[in-house]
């Protein structure tokens, strides 16, 4: 979180880039204000919000994380983008991950590099804060020529019709009683959801701090949502989900949902259509894991599926990711037909490769081979992060790539990189 004293004894440092533009980061609360007024101007209302929030109080931010270019002659904020870190857990391995968000440059200055430059500078920062994942949600296309690549579900969801949910009667939901959640119970919250994140190959590692941030800060920003828990007969929490109040569409929008039981999800839903009717919303829409008893009482109820987009991945540090990821590839190993293998899997990336050594099973190195011919897999560089990341495989890639090489080794890779079930669950 800022504090004022920070600003004082940490000035940002001012690059100039020519033509009275100079590269610079937020340096007191009142570029906080400068930088929130230009996002909304650029991306609308609540993103200002959003913009000063997450400056002044979240719990990850950092002053030097909001890059700003600004034209001296005019003393105007020109472009913009910042630095969210978050962290993700892969299976047990716990990921620093940076999230490029609020990208915009201002109409008159658009299309001469600006935001290339400020990528510049963000790639610099996820660099030396030793990111090994970056994300965004961002534009189509556009962020590909920052060497971003399609490789994690977002949004999507299942689109569910009030007419479709059965009407509540008394018995049925006689056991449950809801209520809104409250900073005091951000100890059952985050019980709630470590439970449920473990139903998830890969996902967001909430800890208190981001907690607090999300029930008392997102007021206004369009970001801000309502938590909901879901109480048994003896007033326990058994549940709880999410409402977004800002999202997409004109839908009652839930883009969390904690494990349920069956009943408590048919409740759940029963209940959201009364929120739903209250709230004007002709239909509900849910985000989820697809094996969640709330989407699949919703399927049962004839929701239908609709269209996914994808987080948009860039990979700053290779090496060092596949090297942290050492205990899932040992596991995987371990439950397949090489287990106790001992040999090199060079991961062949056509610029540079990656040998990962392994010894009895075990992970011992990986190193950064150069320019290297052949390897266990051949790919281009951006399709690393969505075989990495379980969201295609080899096969999957081959189809689509004749430069996704076949090699001797494909039962390995599939063994190594399998599909996974992953959701990014917000921090703000
Ligand atoms: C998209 C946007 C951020 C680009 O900013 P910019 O300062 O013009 O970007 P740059 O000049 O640094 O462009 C980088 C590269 O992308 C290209 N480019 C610029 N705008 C593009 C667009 N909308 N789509 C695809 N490519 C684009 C440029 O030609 C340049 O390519 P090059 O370096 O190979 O010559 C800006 O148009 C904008 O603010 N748009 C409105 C808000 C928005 O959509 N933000 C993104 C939210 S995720």
Redesign the pocket.
Known sequence: MFSSTMFDSNPPKRMPLGDNLVLTSVGSVEDAGRLAAFNKA??GDGVDSTTYQLITQHPNTRPDYWPFIEDESTGEIV?A?CLIPWTWRYEDVTLKVGEMG??????A???????????GYFKDLLRSGEFVLSQ????????R??GYEYALPLQGGWQLELRSVPDADAEELAPYRFRRATPDDIPVLQRLYDTTAHDLSITTVRDADIWRFLLTQTSGSETEGEFWLVLDHDGQAVGYWLIALHDFGIGLNVPETSRLSSEAAAAVLRYLKTLAVKRDKPFMRLYGYESSAMLQTARTWGAHKLNRYAWQIYLPDVRSLLHQLGPVFERRLAGSPFAGMTRRVRINLYREAFDMRFEAGTLSTVEAAGFCEGGDINLPPNLLAPLVLGHRTRAELASFYPDVGRGQSEYLIDCLFPRVEAIIYTIY
């Open positions: 650029i991306h472009s983008l609020i990208v915009g440059t201002a109409e200055y658009r299309s001469r590099g600006l935001i290339r430059k400020l990528d965004i949600q961002g534009i189509p296309y556009f962020y020529q920052l």
